[in-house]
């Protein structure tokens, strides 16, 4: 076995044994160019796994946004503080993840009416109100969800119960 399998076949345990020391060393080996050296394998899965995360951070993010949206206009007589908190604090973490990754918006427009569908059944789960109450389409546009001054109007619960 050469030095540099050895090498490498050391760091790919490392991965396994203490993840950090992993990281270092191979953030180490690119800073110095030892391109050889480095666990490419889980290095490369690592990688793949940090978009996934985003992307799920992003859907439950906006997930929360939307079903706390639900309760503010379907609920008016419940609203708190603590809802409004969670409409701002998610609203800042989509916001702060289109500011690092400016591509995920395009994720966020194609997940956006799936995570509403979702939301309105969180929203009917928290809330005990019937699904029924909460439109099938979302009341609300991609731009209304971002933007940190819309709240919605209380609404007629009467016109979406059939």
């Not at 060393?25 to 796994?49: M, P, V, Y």
Request: proline share 5%.
């Amino acid at each position: 076995m050469t030095n540099i399998q050895s090498i490498t076949t050391a760091i790919a345990s490392l991965y396994e044994q203490d993840f950090y020391m992993w990281l270092q060393t191979n953030i180490n080996f690119l800073k110095e160019g030892r391109f050889a050296e480095i666990d490419i394998e889980n290095l490369l899965e690592e990688l793949e796994s940090m978009g996934r995360s985003e992307k799920n951070a992003l859907t439950s993010n906006l997930r929360v946004l939307l079903m706390h949206l639900l309760k503010y206009k379907y609920q008016p007589e419940k609203r708190t503080n603590s809802w409004l908190y969670t409409i701002r604090e998610h609203r800042k973490r989509l916001r702060e993840t289109f500011k690092t990754s400016p591509s995920l918006y395009r994720f966020f427009e194609d997940i956006f009416n799936e995570s509403y569908q979702d939301a309105r059944e969180l929203a009917a789960d928290e809330t005990g109100l019937s699904i029924k109450i909460f439109p099938p389409e979302s009341p609300f546009t991609v731009e209304e969800v971002l933007n940190p001054d819309f709240l919605p109007p209380e609404n007629d619960r009467s016109e979406n119960i059939e």
